[in-house]
Each structure stands twice: as structure tokens, then as C-alpha cells.
């Protein structure tokens, strides 16, 4: 806690209502297609509708396609992601939303 707000610098855990069982880091990524319909409204608006997220950020939609074991095959339509768009965002807001 910074009463006098001299500290500028974020946290990196946020300790939820329930203690540390409700800790988590405080930044967080999601990995989008970048082809799909919905990829041009996130990069303008800066906001997506959360399916999934993670805590690790990967330098490549291959490692985020690996580490989440999602299935794309260039061309096949019957993939589900590139997962090359990727967007973080503060874990608080999962607090105030009351997921954890």
C-alpha cells in the first residue's frame, strides 16, 4: 500500500478477498488471431472479449500455439488461432469483476 502515492511503479501480484489463495500475477496476456474478424476491432478499440489468458508472455504465436496446445494449420479453416495478436491487461479488473 502507498498512502502518499509515491510509489509510481505497479505491483506485480494483487493479493485477492480470500489471501493468498486469491493471488495473482498482476499482468496477464491473451493471444488472438491476428486474421480473424474480431482482430482489427481489439487493435483499435484495445479491448476483446476474454476467453482464455496466461501469465507468461511468449515471444511467438508458435510458443503461445504450443504452450496452450491450440490447433492452426495455415489454410485449414478448421483452425482455431494464429495466436499472433497479443494483449496484456491489469489482472485488477478480474478482482472487481469478482473471477477469482
Known sequence: MDPWGLCKKKPDFYVGPHGPDSTMPSAAYRYMNSTDRYAAEAISSKSAPLS?????KYKTG???RD??????EKGNPKSWSDARLLGDFDTLQLYNNGIP
Open 67 to 72: 504452450a496452450y496446445q491450440i490447433f492452426y
Open 62 to 64: 508458435h510458443e503461445a
Open 52 to 56: 482464455y489468458f496466461g501469465y507468461t
